[in-house]
């Protein structure tokens, strides 16, 4: 398996500035007056104490709004923005998809989120160097194969996750005719492609019979198995799917039933990456991607609204707090990844990776 807050509001509390005595017995009866009618207000009011000055100081407003690749939505919309919205007071906006096509809606200027989060650098380099040019990768998500607990083959896919059946066998029962699979579409999500890629790489690893590969997929563009990234699961779910592809935190978070494929194949080790770069797809217009680990990237948006809220959200991802949450939710953690030009990650976002 394929980020300093400058602009903040600050509300100073200064005290009034009295009139200033110049001279003579008409200077001091005018402040002798002016202390006078302050005086019953002044004993009924309490002056802001120093920390409430400081907090009101640091207020920030705006809204962070991120677009994200579908399989972030769970953990992004219901884990990472209340706590991020009760830490900062910060509104929070998400809309999820797969990450190119998202990529594509934000080069176009369909939408303007002012942070993007994606699977991999490749939706990323869209977007370069015009609306931006760096980004930070800190966590992976290895694909597994998710099944239905009500499918006919739920008993096979038991026996294969249990280790009952050899490995093997999963590719097998995945050409049945008879059964239902789910994945996203390769043009415009990463996982899409990863899985395709997943075969290939199995393909080799298993030394499968010629043609397995092709026979699971009935064509790179299938219509009967291509879902959208942000639905798929939920197809799932409702028993229309025997099986789809899912990143493992996907699977974790809905608490679906799934089959763990080793490193070798499953695109989430980084360590495994030379190994990866062998499987590739042909996309729609003749173009080929490459295999690479399924990493979760971030970066800001340029010249999108609310540019310190984007950056405060990047910050508390990449911070304990948010890395905490990502941990909890079935991601791998990976030590900071900087892709692009490093210079220009503002100085709060490398605080927050530890840099």
Known sequence: MDTSVQDVHRHELRPRRGARVTAGLAGALAVSTLLAGCGAQAAGARLPSTAAQKAASHRLSGTASVAYAGSLQLVNDQFIAPAFSK???LSYRG????????????????????????????????????LTDWAVGFASAPLVVAYSPTSPFAAQFRAIAAGRRPMKDLFTLLENA???????????????????MMLELADRYYHLPKGTAAKILGG???????FAEEAILSRLQAGQLDAS???????????LPYIA???????????????YAKASVTLKGGKTAVGAPLEIYVTSVSGAPDQSAGQRLIAYMLGKPG????????????SPVFFGNRSAIPRSILAAAGQ
Do not use: C, K
């Not at 008879?178 to 999500?189: A, E, F, I, V």
């Not at 592809?245 to 608490?255: D, G, I, M, T």
């Open 87 to 89: 830490t900062t007071g």
């Open 178 to 196: 008879r059964l239902h699979l789910g994945r996203t579409n390769p043009n415009t999500d990463p996982q899409g492609q990863a899985f395709i």
């Open 245 to 255: 592809s899912a990143f493992l935190p996907e699977a974790v978070q809905r608490h």
């Open 220 to 226: 790179a563009n299938n219509p009967h198995q291509i």
């Open 323 to 334: 890395r905490t949450i990502y941990r909890q939710e079935g991601y791998t953690l990976t």
């Open 261 to 275: 494929l080793p490193a070798a194949i499953n695109l989430g080790d980084p360590a495994d990456a030379r190994a």
């Open 95 to 130: 809309r999820g998809g797969g990450s190119f096509g998202v990529a594509h809606l934000i080069a176009s200027g369909q939408i303007r989120p002012n942070v993007f989060e994606s699977i991999g650098t490749a939706p990323i380099r869209i977007l370069t160097p015009r």
